[in-house]
């Protein structure tokens, strides 16, 4: 039907066009005939047009209805197949809960059963221990305390059996694992001797140089004494002035000055000799911080404080016993790091308190200051902003204040270490065998000791006494008092122990 319809459309909008044509072209005429029979061409190549196009839509139409249908009935046996394997699934859950009941079902009448005889055993036993109690007149509390109190008593002396041994394990395998840690550390200690003199010499390449220097009348040196508190000796050696003090910063002070005022080609007088002084201090105070921030670079210590890096390089210029400071408190932040590493420690507070442990001493030649070094080694600490394990581990190596952390008491001992070493300190022959002989001597007053000996350099003396005079309960009462005598009429440093030794022999004869 459509395409008939189209067919007359095409038909209708030829005719209109010839008929416009006709009329629109005024006098002049077309071929009619011409026209229609062209008209009736098109006409009938439309109606062919439109036959094959109706076919090849039927066809179409076929083989999109013949893949619907296909595509549905497979869609429909799919659909089959799920309901038939949903409808097997259904009927397995069915026969697994019809199983589950049955075997709960099973369960709580075993459960009953079990709980039955569970009663009838109760009920058992206590018919059994009340027939027992009535036959031995003890009631089962009384049993059972009985037997507590006995296992408890048996506990107690098994238990303090082996902590005794334990106890005494830990104290021999302590004093030996304390020994081995400190003996591989002062092998692992490779410092050189840090003993120093009080004197250094200044070159002067002409002996004229010294009576300018000495000013008329030594008013120059004798004012040059007074200002740095130093002695200046002029006559020892050609070519040399000798200056000595007690307080090294000064020293470096006045040789930097003699050294300045060697190389003054004019009069020396009271002015030149102040300003000298002057650009001396000047420059040991720079030579003081690049020395104290070389230190703390080297041993690790980050801080940007002027005034802290400065009073850490006024250790470069000050002793203990001959013993350089800066040197000593580098050995004990060493030695105490390796302590600290064989225990388990906090590495970062041995190092910090191990170095800065001896701070104060930078400041306490100041005659203003009266307090200890180890007091000023807490404030300068605690002003410069160190924590308080640290402050805590550095300023109490004295005992000033007990020691709360491991790292104090490491920091105690690696002190200990660095002060005691061969080398460490200086102390004469004399002075050494005078100690000696005396702590001997001390002991040896007591009656009953036979003989003495003192070993460890000093720190240990051991006394050979009487049995018939001195018995097994003396020998406490003797050691006290050797320690304290000791303690009251000698100086020494650290600590001695006074070992008492009783040996005693008897002898028979068998016939």
């Known amino acids: 039907m459509i395409y008939t319809y189209l067919i007359i459309g095409i038909s209708t909008l030829v005719i209109s066009g010839l008929l416009s044509a006709k009329f629109l072209s005024g006098t002049k005429l077309f071929d009619f005939d011409k026209k229609k029979k062209t008209a009736s ?33 497979r869609r429909k046996q799919r659909l089959e197949k799920q309901t038939e394997s949903l409808k097997l699934r259904e009927e397995n859950i069915d026969r697994k809960s019809n199983r589950n009941n049955q075997l709960k079902l099973n369960t709580a009448s075993i459960k009953e059963d079990i709980q039955s005889k569970q009663e009838y055993c109760k009920r058992v036993d206590i018919d059994v221990v009340e027939k027992l109690s009535s036959k031995t007149g003890l009631s089962m509390q009384d049993e059972k305390d009985k037997l507590l109190n006995r296992y ?46 009080r004197a250094v010499t200044v070159k002067v390449h002409n002996d004229r140089v010294k ?62 000799i102040r300003d000298t002084i002057k650009k001396a201090s000047k420059e040991t105070d720079e030579e003081l911080y690049e020395i104290g921030k070389k230190a703390l670079k080297k041993i690790g210590i980050q801080h940007e404080d002027k005034e802290f890096i400065r009073i850490v390089g006024r250790l470069q210029y000050r002793t203990s016993y ?30 910090i308190a191990g170095f800065l442990h001896d701070l104060g001493k930078a400041i306490d030649q100041d005659p203003n200051i009266t307090e200890s070094h180890d007091v000023l080694s807490k404030q300068l600490m605690e002003k410069f ?127």
């Open 322 to 351: 001959g013993q350089n400071i800066m040197k000593h408190s580098m050995e004990v932040a060493w030695v105490s790091i390796m302590i600290g590493g064989e225990l388990g420690l906090n590495l970062r507070t041995c190092r």
């Open 41 to 73: 061409d098109l006409i009938e190549e439309a109606q062919k047009e439109a036959v094959q196009i109706k076919g090849h839509t039927q066809r179409t139409v076929q083989n999109r209805k013949e893949s619907l249908d296909q595509e549905f009935n």
């Open 152 to 197: 408890s008593s048996e506990l107690e002396l098994e238990h303090a059996e082996k902590l005794a041994k334990m106890e005494e394990e830990v104290k021999e395998g302590a004093v030996k694992k304390a020994k081995a840690i400190i003996v591989n550390i002062i092998q692992r200690l490779c410092s050189p001797t840090s003993v120093e003199t």
């Open 385 to 511: 902003g160190f924590n308080w394990e640290e402050v805590h581990a550095a300023w109490t190596h004295h005992d000033l204040a007990p020691q709360e952390t491991p790292e104090a008491l490491i920091i105690k001992a690696a002190d200990a270490v660095s002060a005691g070493r061969p080398g460490a300190r200086a102390e004469s022959l004399q002075r050494y065998l005078d100690r000696i002989h005396a702590l001997e001597d001390t002991a040896l007053s007591f009656e009953g000791v036979k003989r003495t000996y003192a070993i460890s350099a000093g720190r240990e003396v051991r006394l050979m006494v009487d049995p018939e005079i001195i018995t097994d309960e003396k020998m406490g009462v003797l050691a006290g008092s050797v320690a304290k005598k000791i303690e009251t009429e000698l100086a020494y440093p650290g600590k001695i122990k006074v070992n008492v030794i009783r040996r005693t022999t008897h002898i028979e004869q068998a016939r």
């Open 211 to 272: 009576g300018k220097i000495i000013g008329k009348g030594g008013q120059n040196i004798q004012l040059f004494e007074k200002l740095l508190t130093v002695d200046v000796v002029f006559n020892d050696l050609p070519g040399r002035i000798h200056v000595s003090a007690f307080n090294l910063v000064n020293r470096r002070i006045a040789q930097k000055a003699l050294r300045l005022l060697v190389r003054v080609r004019g009069t020396i007088d009271e002015k030149v």
